[in-house]
Every structure is written in C-alpha cells, then in structure tokens.
C-alpha cells in the first residue's frame, strides 16, 4: 500500500508546493503578444473548483492495512484514476486570457521544435509517476513551433484558456486548453 500512496496520492499533495516553486521564476527575454501580456497569471489551484475533494470517500479507509496486490487496493487506484481523469474544471475560467506557469511533456518532437505539449504543474507528472487530475493537466498548442524545448523545461504559457478534454494513452487527460498558446522559457529568479 505504500507504493500506492507514493505513486497515487502523494504527488497530489506536491500539487501546491510545486506551483509556488514555479512562482519565484521568471521569463527569459522574448517578445510576447499585447494580449498575452495582459493576461493574468493563474495559480494552479485556482483551475481546480473549491468543491472538488477527490479524497474524501477514502478518508475514512486505513490504507496502510492494504497490501499492493490487495484486490481492494488495486480497486481503489483504479476509482482514483477514473475519478481524476474526469475531474471537473472551473467553469469560471473557460475561454479567459490566462498565463500558467509548469513543466512540459511533449506530445511532438520534430527537429525543428516542439509545438504541442501537455502543461503539468510539477516535476515528472505524466513520465515518472501518474498523471495528475484532468484539472492539473493544460493541453497546449503552440502559436509557433518552439525550438529547443524539453521534456520537464519550465515554461509560461499564455492565451485563451478553454475547458477542453484531450486523453493521451499515454500521458493522461486533460481538463484544459490553450490553442495559439505564446510560449515563454523561464530561468530561475534568485
């Protein structure tokens, strides 16, 4: 059960620390659009709606008394799973000028570049450990082709951010989007 809650549960607690970790960095120089300057930066949590507690029906469940091949465990991981893959975005947010800050997960790589990527909100989310709920996951499309782009770089994004559902098989789904997405690098502020 242990490797449930390292796997599952506790990257949902790195949630928070993460995004305040993105807080302190700043863009490199680089020209951005009017609009997408004037948009106002998000938070990561403000994407998730303040009813929304995916852990509450297992608060009352003794998790370390499962064992990893425990029928149950291995039922709860995949309710746990199916209940972040749909978890509800906020509606309030849909088709407003958004900038989010996160880390990046390729969806295409080319020579020339990367131009569509999910936006996650820490470190390895989608390639180390499970994806995080639909509303922690942005589905981004670049307006350009962006040269030099990693998996897990951190970037800003901006544009217009929508409630749109895209299931990778192999990343996750994502509860949002932001087509013609401008895409800045970050450096760290200190």
């Known amino acids: 059960m242990r490797r449930f809650i390292s796997r599952i549960l506790l990257p949902a607690f790195l949630l928070v620390p993460a995004a305040a970790l993105l807080a302190g960095c700043g863009p ?3 020209a951005t659009s009017a609009s997408a300057a004037a948009a106002p930066e998000l938070k990561w ?7 929304w507690d995916p852990t509450k029906r297992y608060r009352n469940i003794s998790l370390e008394a499962l064992r990893d091949n425990d029928p149950r465990a291995i039922q709860m991981l995949d309710e ?6 749909n978890a509800p975005v906020n509606v309030a947010l849909d088709g407003t000028a958004a900038k989010l800050s996160g880390f990046v997960v390729p969806l295409d790589s080319t020579q020339d570049g990367i131009r569509e990527f999910l936006l ?7 390639i180390h450990t499970p994806p995080p709920p639909a509303n ?55």
């Open 28 to 30: 490199e120089a680089g």
């Open 45 to 51: 949590d403000e994407l998730i709606p303040k009813s």
């Open 80 to 85: 746990m799973r199916a209940v972040w893959d």
């Open 120 to 126: 996650v909100p820490y470190f390895g989310a989608c």
């Open 136 to 190: 922690q996951i942005v589905h981004v499309i670049a307006a350009e082709t962006f040269k030099g782009l990693h998996a897990m770089d951190t970037v800003k994004v901006s544009g217009i951010l929508k409630a749109a559902r895209y299931a990778s098989a192999d990343m996750g789904v994502s509860g949002y989007e932001i087509t013609s997405a401008a895409v800045e690098r970050f450096v760290s502020a200190r």
